[in-house]
């Protein structure tokens, strides 16, 4: 009985796990567009298309993942607080890793002409730009202080209804003086090119994430998931879509800075993508089926630090926004290989200090 039940549960995770992996390849994949794509890349259906997979599909996936891996796993409480805490040191050490010392060697030691580096990437940028590891590490400690409260799913859905009722209100609050401004930064920053992932309204994907696993882990018929997925999932899009349809621009407003419409057919979306990858994991028998998704799952924040450190560095060998389409695909085929094999040293290299001092 055991044996089956834990079979059943490993069935069960691939969906996540799937979604997760997508979501690092598509992550990866914007990346080198924004930071290489020419002009002409940049632009026309293909871009488009690109654009859509790094939206949905990617950092809000990402984001409701762990918030879904996070209520089952349900780690002790200072465990909480520490991973939350060392996410966001990460976050800011990356910062300065993959953007602050490649551009000051660039300008100050190699002397690179200003032309060849964004005019944005100001020191400042460059160090405190809110990263998605940095609003990670916010959401870490504020998952973990609100299980404490509840692990009732409504509670985490009413939690997520009231912060997307409430973040367009705060965006700019504190930034007349600049004190405030440090701290509200990362929380609803008023800049959308510096705050990337400001918590409000990110917050939103985790906590949703949290209410699927407190669900997931309370209802054992696959079936009736699934429909409660179907539902759940159709309803918000259709909502969110009516408000896009209705004033884009004021309820999308941005990509960080999501309002009502953008938050609603995104939080639907990502319920109506696991159906969709659960449908197609059906279809492939279980001895055919790759598990390189699990890895890029299992790996996901070691890929994603090592990747954007070789995205940072590779400027000296390709300048900013020097690629063709094609050029594009192959570098980020390149980039996602060769993180995934320093991905496989590392673990190696740890596993075998383990092995060796235990």
């Given at each position: ?55 949905p ?61 964004p ?56 930034s ?42 309370n ?21 969110g879509?009516?408000?896009l ?9 941005d ?5 009502w ?23 492939i ?28 560095w590779?400027f ?43």
């Amino acid at each position: 009985m055991g044996k089956k039940r834990l079979l059943t549960e490993k069935k069960r995770l691939e969906t996540p796990d799937n979604m997760r992996g997508f979501a690092i390849l598509f992550m990866i994949l914007i990346h080198v567009m924004n930071l290489y794509g020419n002009n002409e890349a940049t632009h026309g259906w293909q871009h488009q298309v690109i654009d859509f997979l790094a939206g949905p599909p990617a950092a809000p996936v990402f984001m409701c993942t762990m918030g879904f891996f996070f209520i089952l796993k349900k780690p002790g409480f200072f465990f909480g607080i520490k991973r939350g805490v060392l996410l966001l040191l990460i976050g800011y050490g990356l910062n300065i890793v993959k953007g602050f010392l490649p551009v000051f060697i660039a300008r100050h030691c190699l002397q690179f002409d200003s032309e060849l580096i964004p005019i944005y990437y100001t020191n400042y940028y460059l160090i405190f730009n809110v990263e998605i590891l940095i609003f990670a590490g916010i959401a870490y400690i504020i998952m973990n202080l609100l299980s404490r409260v509840s692990v009732r799913p409504e509670f985490f859905l009413v939690s997520a209804g009231i912060v997307t009722l409430i973040s367009p209100f705060l965006w700019g609050l504190g930034s007349e003086t600049a004190f405030l401004q440090h701290i509200v930064t990362p929380l609803w920053g008023a800049d959308p090119d510096l705050v990337i992932f400001p918590v409000f309204p990110w917050i939103v994907y985790p906590l949703l994430g949290m209410a699927a696993g407190g669900i997931y882990r309370n209802q054992s018929n696959p079936k009736r998931l699934s429909m409660l997925s179907g539902l759940f999932g159709g309803m918000l899009t259709v909502l969110g879509g009516s408000l896009l349809l209705i004033d884009f621009d004021r309820f999308f407003h941005d990509y960080g800075q999501q309002s009502w419409g953008a938050l609603l057919a995104f939080s639907g979306f990502i319920f109506l993508w696991g159906l969709v990858i659960r449908f197609l994991g059906s279809l492939i028998p279980s001895r055919f089926k790759p598990g390189f998704l699990a890895y890029l799952s299992r790996n996901i924040t070691q890929i994603y630090i090592i990747q954007w450190i070789l995205l940072g560095w590779l400027f000296f060998c390709i300048p900013f926004h020097s690629l063709s389409l094609i050029g594009v695909c192959i570098v980020n085929v390149f980039i996602t290989a060769l993180s995934c094999l320093i991905t496989e040293g590392y673990n190696r290299i740890t596993s075998y200090k383990r092995i060796s001092t235990s």
